[in-house]
């Protein structure tokens, strides 16, 4: 079945520091677009003087050409891709990077794709057919995609069972088949957060990731990080991120710990300090990655910080003569003790956090906010 709907496309560039790009990519998708009604939008987060060459590369081409340049750079490249989205002229919109390593000349093959009808979603994919990911830099980079993609589908089998490359930012999504409203932006992997909040139906095609020619890659360790933190968040939910956090704050506790008694402190003390160190480093963690868009509807952050606290100390005075009675009444190990008791104090942690510390200071009826806890923690998750 084919579709007679199709008016034109956008294509959206997120940039950061790709002026030397900017010319031969937008020379290339006018070529791509030969007979194909559509648009270049550069979002652009640089400070490199990109969108001046962006200005000045529409000047050239008979193509039309903008930039939206952005100066909180909220997202990174996913949430410069979702405000490309907002103020795209078309509804079928194509993502490409803007540093040559996606060939524009396969932007025809997407659009043609999509216009069989069948799809809200085309991704262009380095591991099907005759794809390639030759452009990746080393074996290294190359092991470190394949895994993270196996990964990423072993998290989510079903809803990407026809998506083989879900961390590519090459792909044309039909945005009137998306809610941008439950994405969460973080890094450059916006279409795997797209896949994983909605079912959409997806089809690929190959194509080869090139080599970059200009400008300096974006990856880089605390991407990583970044990445590892939205799978964990599109799968589990808030409470996943509040137990990484949480788990990253036990390894530096046991570490403290294990410290303190080696150098000689009595394994009481050192449980002491080694709590007070990490609820704070624990709640300056949390405000940043797990509860930071709840903050603009919730108490000061002083009166937050007090909050967590008090009830993480009320906490550790239950929990360390717990641990006390564990290792002088059962012989248990002292660290592993410890490692017990945090784990059973986890969900009492979250929980709090989440209902009071994190609470809207017009705070609705209790039966909602029981029904918003659970949203956060396990959406979006599969059947």
């Known amino acids: 079945m084919t579709t007679d709907h199709f008016a034109g496309a956008t294509i959206i560039v997120p940039t950061y520091n790709e002026a030397p790009n900017v010319e031969p990519l937008v020379r290339r998708i006018e070529s791509a677009l030969a007979g194909i009604a559509g648009e270049v939008l550069f979002v652009d987060d640089s400070d490199d003087g990109t969108v001046d060459e962006v200005q000045r590369v529409a000047s050239l081409v008979d ?131 797209i896949l994983a909040r909605q079912q959409l139906r997806a089809a690929e095609i190959p194509f080869d990731f090139a080599e970059r020619t200009a400008g300096s890659s974006k990856a880089s360790v605390r991407q990583g990080a970044r990445f590892l933190a939205q799978l964990a968040a599109l799968r589990f939910g808030k409470m996943s991120a509040f137990a990484v956090i949480g788990g990253f704050g036990a390894v530096v506790n046991l570490a403290i710990m294990w410290a303190l008694t080696h150098a000689g402190l009595p394994y009481v003390w050192a449980a002491i300090i080694a709590a007070e160190t990490t609820i704070i480093g624990n709640f300056l963690l949390q405000e940043r990655f797990v509860f930071r868009e709840l903050l603009g509807e919730a108490s000061r952050r002083r009166s937050r910080f007090g909050k967590s606290f008090a009830f993480n100390n009320a906490e550790a005075l239950v929990r360390i003569p717990v641990l006390a009675l564990l290792v002088e009444t059962w012989h248990i190990s002292s660290i592993v003790a410890a490692a017990i008791t945090l784990a059973v104090a986890f969900v009492a942690r979250y929980a709090f956090h989440a209902l009071v510390v994190y609470a809207p200071r017009r705070s609705p009826r209790a039966q909602h906010i029981l029904e918003e806890l659970d949203e956060q923690a396990m959406s979006p998750g599969e059947l």
Request: glycine share 8%.
């Open 63 to 193: 193509l039309p050409v903008r930039a939206i340049h952005r100066e909180n750079r909220e997202g990174g490249l996913s949430g410069a891709v979702i405000v490309g989205l907002e103020r795209a002229a078309y509804d079928v919109c194509v993502v490409i990077d803007g540093d040559l390593q996606h060939p524009p000349e396969k932007i025809a093959d997407l659009i043609a794709r999509f216009r069989e009808g069948d799809v809200d979603v085309v991704v262009a994919s380095r591991y099907v057919a005759d794809g390639s990911a030759a452009g990746l830099a080393d074996l290294t980079r190359n092991l470190v995609s394949r895994t993270t993609t196996a990964l990423t589908k072993a998290m989510f089998p079903l809803r990407l069972r026809d998506c083989s490359d879900p961390m590519t930012g090459f792909f044309l999504v039909d945005r009137t088949r998306i809610d941008l409203a439950p994405l969460r932006p973080r890094g450059f992997k916006i279409l795997l957060e």
